[in-house]
């Protein structure tokens, strides 16, 4: 058995036992692909039953204040063509959620605090097949193989709940952009600004040190502001203390704030949904990578030298957000569901500079299958046109199909085909030579505990 396979196996263990310790007894890439399970059932039937091992007290536990969950998601993969050759990957996380309601365990009317673990497992599929895309064919991949604290943060609300004041190590993703994950490839998944600007805007399951204010203007409008700390030390994966411990980095200081404002409508009745508006600023003064440099000089004044400023401009972004139900077919959650996601970029410092989803999914594919799903997609991803590369002024073009099976009420598998158009922008791989479209056929697997 793998290290990997140790780790997780360790990391399980101990989210398991520490449940039982609780009680006797919420996030695949940024945001679970499912709704939380629902009500533990009085009969406790195995396959109906929303946890694994049972409810284990959780119910109880919930009623006292204290909520917690353990979740596997898993992503197997496999190219069928396109890229350099065919092969597979699997990649996946374990994470585990605690919330504490201080209501009800301190008497603090609106008090909440969160915490959450992940740890990540696996290999990157478009690496291991030579996939030259903007965007992984397997999400769930990626920020490192290492166990990280993507929440630890403590909640006020205020006013009869319409202000609410948040502050902790959070994920940018928490908070605002698109949230759901019901997508393999990453194109259609958790925060937009964050596939196309990696290197700054951190998803899940990173964190930073940061503030959030969210407040509701009207019953359905609230407008939220956050001040992130924008320090690239919190991607390592060799120091513990830098990505686990709730301490700012040591090793360098912050490189500036990322401050992102957002509006949004959230619609309430049968036909409900969430439309958001906004935009970011970070105060760092980088370009990404494989864009031409420009530097900017103040001409210096009674005989002082020029001074350099090198790109100290910032960088900032808009996007919107749509998510809304079109259709009510049954007395749960079935029915249609759409969402359209836009995002552009700072072009002078982005070297992907807009991306584009949208997709539908539709609950209770069959009458005798009222949890069943269906999924379908397609995006694009924008390279910039002054980038120094063979694919400048290129659009990846991915287009995604699932069928979701709710095998167990504690288990559910998405059986899922992508075809890539246009890898990289236009299919060019790192030493200049043009590839084919790629074809990835895959298994989504999430298991709560």
């Given at each position: 058995?793998?290290?990997?396979s140790?780790t997780?196996?360790?990391?399980?263990?101990?989210g398991?036992v520490?449940?039982?310790l609780?009680?006797g007894g919420?996030?695949?890439?940024?945001l679970?692909?499912?709704?939380?399970?629902?009500?533990?059932a009085?009969?406790?039937?195995?396959?109906?039953?929303?946890?694994?091992?049972g409810?284990?007290g959780?119910?109880r536990?919930?009623e006292?204040g204290?909520e917690?969950?353990?979740t596997?998601g898993d992503?197997a993969?496999?190219?069928?063509?396109?890229?350099?050759r065919?092969?597979?990957?699997n990649a996946g996380?374990?994470?585990f959620?605690?919330?504490?309601?201080?209501?009800?365990?301190a008497?603090i009317?609106?008090?909440?605090v969160?915490?959450?673990l992940?740890?990540?497992?696996?290999?990157?599929?478009?690496?291991?097949?030579?996939?030259?895309?903007?965007?992984?064919?397997?999400?769930?991949?990626?920020?490192?193989n290492?166990?990280?604290?993507?929440q630890?943060?403590?909640s006020?609300?205020?006013?009869?709940?319409?202000?609410?004041?948040k502050?902790g190590r959070?994920?940018?993703?928490?908070?605002?952009?698109?949230?759901?994950c019901?997508?393999?490839?990453l194109t259609?998944?958790?925060?937009?600004?964050?596939?196309?600007?990696?290197?700054?805007?951190?998803n899940?399951?990173?964190s930073?040190w940061?503030?959030?204010?969210h407040?509701?203007?009207?019953p359905e409008?609230?407008i939220?502001?956050?001040v992130y700390d924008?320090n690239?030390?919190?991607?390592t994966t060799?120091?513990?203390?830098?990505y686990?411990l709730?301490?700012?980095?040591?090793?360098?200081p912050?490189?500036g704030?990322?401050?992102?404002?957002?509006?949004?409508?959230?619609?309430?009745g049968?036909?409900?949904?969430?439309?958001r508006?906004?935009?970011?600023y970070?105060?760092a003064?980088?370009?990404?990578?494989?864009?031409p440099g420009i530097?900017a000089?103040?001409?210096?004044?009674?005989?002082?030298?020029d001074?350099n400023l090198?790109?100290q401009?910032g960088?900032?972004?808009?996007?919107?957000?749509i998510?809304q139900?079109?259709t009510v077919d049954?007395?749960?959650?079935?029915g249609?569901?759409t969402?359209?996601?836009t995002?552009?970029?700072?072009?002078r410092?982005?070297f992907q500079d807009?991306?584009i989803?949208?997709?539908?999914?539709?609950t209770?594919?069959?009458?005798?299958?009222?949890?069943?799903?269906?999924?379908?997609a397609v995006?694009?991803?924008h390279?910039?046109s002054a980038?120094?590369?063979?694919?400048?002024?290129?659009?990846?073009?991915?287009?995604?199909?699932?069928y979701g099976?709710q095998?167990?009420?504690?288990?559910?598998?998405?059986?899922?085909a992508q075809?890539?158009?246009?890898?990289g922008?236009r299919?060019?791989?790192?030493?200049?030579v043009?590839?084919?479209?790629?074809v990835?056929?895959?298994?989504?697997?999430?298991?709560?505990f």
């Amino acid at each position: 058995m793998s290290y990997r396979s140790v780790t997780s196996l360790r990391a399980c263990g101990m989210g398991i036992v520490l449940s039982a310790l609780l009680g006797g007894g919420a996030y695949a890439a940024d945001l679970p692909t499912k709704a939380p399970p629902v009500p533990y059932a009085a009969a406790d039937d195995f396959w109906t039953r929303p946890y694994l091992f049972g409810d284990l007290g959780r119910t109880r536990l919930k009623e006292q204040g204290i909520e917690i969950g353990l979740t596997l998601g898993d992503e197997a993969v496999g190219n069928v063509s396109g890229g350099d050759r065919n092969t597979a990957a699997n990649a996946g996380q374990l994470w585990f959620g605690a919330k504490l309601d201080l209501a009800k365990l301190a008497g603090i009317p609106g008090g909440t605090v969160g915490l959450t673990l992940v740890d990540r497992f696996g290999k990157n599929l478009n690496t291991e097949a030579g996939i030259p895309a903007l965007q992984l064919t397997n999400e769930v991949f990626g920020r490192g193989n290492i166990l990280r604290l993507t929440q630890l943060y403590y909640s006020q609300k205020l006013f009869d709940d319409r202000l609410e004041l948040k502050g902790g190590r959070l994920p940018v993703g928490s908070d605002f952009f698109f949230g759901l994950c019901e997508f393999i490839n990453l194109t259609f998944c958790g925060g937009q600004p964050g596939n196309i600007q990696g290197g700054y805007i951190y998803n899940w399951p990173v964190s930073q040190w940061a503030g959030v204010v969210h407040y509701k203007i009207a019953p359905e409008f609230t407008i939220s502001v956050g001040v992130y700390d924008a320090n690239p030390n919190y991607l390592t994966t060799s120091e513990p203390s830098t990505y686990f411990l709730p301490g700012v980095p040591s090793s360098s200081p912050a490189s500036g704030v990322l401050v992102p404002v957002e509006l949004v409508w959230a619609p309430s009745g049968p036909l409900n949904g969430t439309w958001r508006i906004g935009g970011w600023y970070d105060s760092a003064s980088t370009i990404d990578g494989g864009l031409p440099g420009i530097v900017a000089t103040i001409p210096g004044i009674g005989g002082v030298p020029d001074q350099n400023l090198g790109d100290q401009r910032g960088r900032y972004g808009v996007y919107e957000s749509i998510l809304q139900r079109l259709t009510v077919d049954g007395p749960k959650a079935q029915g249609w569901y759409t969402f359209l996601n836009t995002t552009v970029a700072d072009h002078r410092t982005s070297f992907q500079d807009y991306q584009i989803a949208w997709g539908v999914k539709h609950t209770g594919t069959f009458a005798w299958r009222p949890d069943d799903e269906v999924g379908f997609a397609v995006g694009t991803t924008h390279v910039n046109s002054a980038a120094l590369s063979p694919n400048a002024g290129g659009n990846e073009v991915p287009i995604e199909a699932w069928y979701g099976w709710q095998a167990t009420g504690w288990m559910n598998l998405k059986f899922d085909a992508q075809y890539v158009i246009n890898p990289g922008g236009r299919g060019y791989n790192a030493a200049g030579v043009k590839t084919s479209n790629a074809v990835v056929l895959g298994m989504r697997t999430e298991i709560h505990f």
